[in-house]
């Protein structure tokens, strides 16, 4: 198994016996719901959209798997989301064969899916590897396995000596305690791979992800184990290898 790391989406695509495409934290419809909190931006939805399928027209995969939070509403489905998401995902399953992961934003979603098209929320395992949103404890079946994870948006904050500073979308891989996660014991540990956010709205900090994590998989790693890298693949190093978080530093305006 190997993973291409595309960073032009961010995205990742998952080689093995088959092709999987992963696309985690679309956040359709954040426009309309940062416009209730006096931030205005015109819908970037066809934009993203044709982000994705350009991706899927170059790489292609034998399915797209989407990590959770297609959608930005809770707990309902507002009027831009259901105006723009059926034929948006109208265009994903007509190039591919589409495999959803609900995440905490995706209430209803099943509505605008196919049956078959919907995993469960605890996770899968497809090709030999784990899928996870991650806001939910994962299913046993993830144990032992290479496990992709969405909803955290991994942002990190590099600064050289000379005051250079890049913000980028990144990648958090690290070993889980499967104990912490009530996962059965198994001979090869159980790695996460945190992937960043699609939408380019969305972003937190990789350093306060592990130093004050909030889900259950970001409470579970081993802090010793972690690495990042970034959208394209580069390894930057250790959690340590980056300064400590400063006060009031964390996330972009969509979570």
Known sequence: MRIEFLAEGP???VVNAERTLVVADLHFGI??????HGWHF???SFERMQRVTDLVD??????LLLLGDVKQSVPYTTRQEWRELPSVLAEFRARVPLLVVPGNHDPGIE???CPEELAERTGIVVDGVGYLHGHTLPAPCLAGHLVLVGHHHPLAAIQDEVGCALRAPAYLVG????PCL???????PTRALFVPAFNELAGYDVRRIVADPSSPVSRCLKQETVEVLLADGTLIGPIEALAP????EGEEPAR
């Open 11 to 13: 995205a990742a695509l």
């Open 31 to 36: 426009e309309s719901d940062l416009e209730r």
């Open 42 to 44: 015109s819908s970037r």
């Open 58 to 63: 170059r790489v292609r995969p034998d399915r």
């Open 111 to 113: 509505r605008l899916l």
């Open 175 to 178: 070993e889980l305690d499967g």
């Open 182 to 188: 009530g996962l059965p014991a198994t001979e090869r």
């Open 245 to 248: 978080p400063d006060e009031g």
